[in-house]
Each structure stands twice: as C-alpha cells, then as structure tokens.
C-alpha cells in the first residue's frame, strides 16, 4: 500500500505546501501552512514511508506557485483517488470541472452526480476532499451564495475567490 509513494514540501507566496503522490497519481495536496512541518504532518502518516522526490509531480508546484502568486493555470494531473468511495469519486470528478473563478452549488454538484437531494452527502464528499486546489472545492458555495465550510476555513475559501475573481477581471 505504500510502495511508490513520494512526496514534496515547497513554499509559495501564500506558505509552505506539501503533495504526496503514488505510482497512479496524487493522494494529497495541502493547502499552504506557516511552516514545512505543518505542511508534512497535514500529508499524513503515508508520508513517513514516502521518498522525497523534488523532481517528481510534472511540474506541480511550479503550477501551484504561479496560482498562490494569483495567476490563472492548470491542474491536469493523474489523480489516485483509490482510497476513496464511489461516490466521493464522482462528486469531487464533476467539483473538478468548475472553470477557474466561478462557482457553483452543493445542489448543482448533487444535480449533476444524480442524487438531487443528497446536497449533505455532496458537502461531506467536499470535506474530504484530499487534494484541494487541484478538485477546486473552494469553488462550490451554498445556493444562497454564503461561503460555508471549506478544509482551510471559510477565509482562505473567500481568499481563493477573490482570487480567482481578480484574474478573470485582468
């Protein structure tokens, strides 16, 4: 289970992010922490057994780095979502086409899995998302419009908004 696992921690213009991956894709990505050893300890235990790897990941945090700086760019990287459900699987794979700087729903996102009244069940999925940035969770809002939970706070959702919305506006 955790044969082929690498990892790397590197900092950006908004803190220190880590990205944990295996021989199929990405198990993990944080969002930026204050320091190096925060962003590990949030990778999670596999790390332990990961190989340092600064050459891995095709260019990753280069990509990572020009998003934090507030720049539009792309995430279409092999993912390894084994770990996970059926379900989480198809929420955070249909999360994972919002465009850049917009937003949708929990309710479009249930719509569109086919579970029209599982808007809960579609917020929990987005809670366990283990690879924010890369599934754009922070992109989906209540129909209200209100910014409710996100893993990094209800504040770095808003930030990643408004940072998006700045790029879109240029």
């Not at 579970?115 to 129909?143: F, M, T, Y």
């Amino acid at each position: 289970m955790t044969r082929g696992l690498e990892y790397i921690i590197s900092n950006t213009d908004m803190g220190w992010v880590g990205i944990l991956g295996s021989v199929k894709g990405l198990l993990r990505t944080t969002l930026p922490q204050r320091s190096a050893q925060a962003a590990r300890q949030l990778l999670g235990d596999r790390v332990n057994y990961a190989i340092w790897s600064p050459g891995s990941f095709g260019g990753l945090i280069e990509r990572l780095r020009i998003y934090f700086s507030g720049h539009r760019t792309t995430f279409p990287d092999e993912l390894d979502l084994s770990g996970a459900t059926p379900f989480q699987r198809e929420v955070w794979e249909i999360t994972r086409l919002i465009p850049y700087g917009e937003t949708r729903s929990y309710t479009w996102v249930a719509e569109r899995v086919k579970k029209p009244k599982w808007v809960r069940a579609v917020g929990q999925a987005l809670a366990r998302n283990p690879l924010p940035i890369i599934i754009p969770c922070h992109r989906v809002i209540a129909s209200d419009g209100k910014l409710s939970g996100y893993s990094g706070g209800v504040e770095m959702k808003r930030h990643l908004l408004n940072l998006e919305a700045a790029v879109n506006t240029r």
